[in-house]
């Protein structure tokens, strides 16, 4: 099934570092949300953005959704141990989310 | 309850059985969802209800998937005679409106052996 192009697949920082993901896609999406996934979990809703060219903050994290409505940014600003996990970008199509690869976040003390 | 619940947690299957998995939405949300999810994949699209009704059912792989929601709240995903490929997370998620965010539940894991 389709996916979107989610980069980096994998980071691995310090804690207090700011982190930056993104989400590529070849369609247009109308909303775009960002998901968080810890293992043996489901995904939970961090962000979701309406409006092409909004920016949204959530605590430490800030999303946008890109001006041609064919691309999403996540930052996490200051990263702590619990933001370890999996990073999800999803955009909406009608009904049904079409999810991003993920990005895989380690955090080192 | 205040979330998503989805039961079993975890699920073991001999190859060419049955299973029956529960999804319980969130209070009020008319809309629910099924995604499957593959180990180091992203959640993919099986069928979505409005309500009792199947609207899309566009993701299912296959006619051995069977989903139904007969009474518009909770919802069950079938899959008969199960086959190795149907190992994954099966999640469930929900929402007030489909136009509006998705809620999940926990998953259950499904591993045919």
């Known amino acids: 099934g389709q996916q979107l192009n989610q980069s980096p697949q994998s980071m691995f920082i310090q804690e207090g570092e700011d982190v930056s993901m993104n989400c590529t896609s070849s369609s247009i999406f109308n909303t775009w949300l960002w998901y968080k996934q810890d293992p043996g979990e489901g995904p939970v809703l961090l962000i979701a953005?309406?409006?092409?060219?909004e920016l949204t903050s959530n605590g430490r994290l800030t999303a946008q959704f890109g001006i041609t409505r064919k691309d999403s940014f996540l930052n996490i600003s200051a990263s702590i141990p619990s933001d370890v996990g999996i990073y999800f970008c999803a955009g909406q199509d009608t009904d049904k989310l079409i999810f991003g690869t993920g990005t895989r976040l380690q955090v080192f003390p | 309850g205040a979330g998503v619940s989805q039961s079993p947690r975890y699920k073991v299957a001999k190859r060419g059985q049955d299973v029956a998995l529960r999804c319980d939405p969130i209070?009020?949300?008319?809309?629910l969802f099924w995604y499957q999810q593959a180990l180091g994949q992203g959640p993919e699209f099986l069928t979505y209800?409005?309500?009792?009704?199947?609207?899309?059912k566009s993701g299912l792989p296959s006619d051995r998937f069977f989903a139904e929601r007969p009474e518009g709240s909770v919802s069950t995903l079938k899959i008969q005679r199960t086959q190795q490929e149907d190992s994954a997370v099966y999640l469930c998620?929900?929402?007030?409106?489909?136009?509006?965010?998705?809620?999940f539940g926990p998953g259950t894991r499904l591993t045919v052996t």
């Open positions: 209800f409005q309500n009792e009704a199947q609207l899309d």
């Open positions: 209070s009020g949300h008319v809309s």
């Open positions: 953005l309406y409006k092409a060219g």
């Open positions: 998620a929900s929402s007030v409106s489909p136009i509006y965010e998705q809620y």
